[in-house]
């Protein structure tokens, strides 16, 4: 069964810090692998993807590289800002159960002023 | 596009009451699921369908039904309501792309029960 663990669970920088969020997985035959944000009370916004044949992706000032072999995905957010804080989970599907995600309990974020 | 629906966004239930979660999407994606978020947990999956007709088990069924008769909907029912049930449940899509080619899941805003 896949196991998904994301380090740290909880993380605090002051604005304009860089910072890398980790995401493990143990299975490799993965299909792909997502990165959501999910702000407090609210639903899961997906902020990249990353095909199993990818290394990386970019969007604005994230960036997630995914190296299969390892079972490690890395989220880097650049110059992070106080808008940045909500809860990052790192999900990642195969074949099985209809390409379904298993997810990372995720990193809770606080970007302070 | 309004995306993926889900209502009602919050349900307070009894014990051994029944209700119906609903999930819309108006994106054509022929993949739905369902999951559920329990606090400071990942979201587990409950039920998934690949199509009109089909659906199938996750790692979590006990306690709900689905049914897809359309390519839009894709119910959830919760049958003689348990505290074990009270959590945030989470609907969502995925179109096909191509042959074995899929692509990202789009999710709802949920629905966030409680059973007392």
């Known amino acids: 069964k896949q196991e998904v663990t994301q380090i740290p669970a909880a993380l605090s920088v002051p604005e304009g810090e860089n910072l890398v969020l980790n995401c493990s997985f143990t299975d490799s035959a993965i299909y792909n692998l997502q990165w959501f944000r999910q702000d407090p009370g609210k639903g899961l916004t997906s902020l990249l993807l990353i095909q199993s044949s990818q290394r990386e992706q970019t969007s604005g000032r994230l960036n997630a590289s995914l190296d299969k072999s390892s079972g490690r995905s890395t989220l880097y957010i650049a110059a992070s800002q106080p808008g940045d804080s909500a809860t990052y989970l790192c999900a990642v599907s195969d074949r099985d159960s209809g390409y379904a995600l298993n997810f990372g309990k995720g990193t809770s974020l606080l970007v302070t002023p | 596009n309004a995306g993926v629906t889900q209502t009602p966004k919050f349900r307070i239930l009894k014990i051994g009451q029944s209700m119906t979660l609903q999930c819309t999407q108006d994106m054509n994606h022929n993949y739905m699921y369902w999951y559920r978020q329990d606090p400071g947990m990942g979201l587990k999956l409950i039920y998934y369908s690949v199509g009109a007709g089909i659906t199938d088990k996750g790692e979590v069924p006990n306690g709900y039904n689905v049914s897809r008769s359309t390519t839009e909907d894709f119910p959830l029912r919760l049958e003689l309501a348990a505290p074990s049930q009270t959590s945030v449940y989470f609907c969502?899509?995925?179109?096909?792309?191509?042959?074995?080619?899929?692509?990202?899941?789009?999710f709802g805003p949920g629905t966030r029960l409680t059973v007392l």
């Open positions: 969502a899509s995925s179109p096909r792309l191509a042959p074995d080619v899929y692509n990202e899941q789009f």
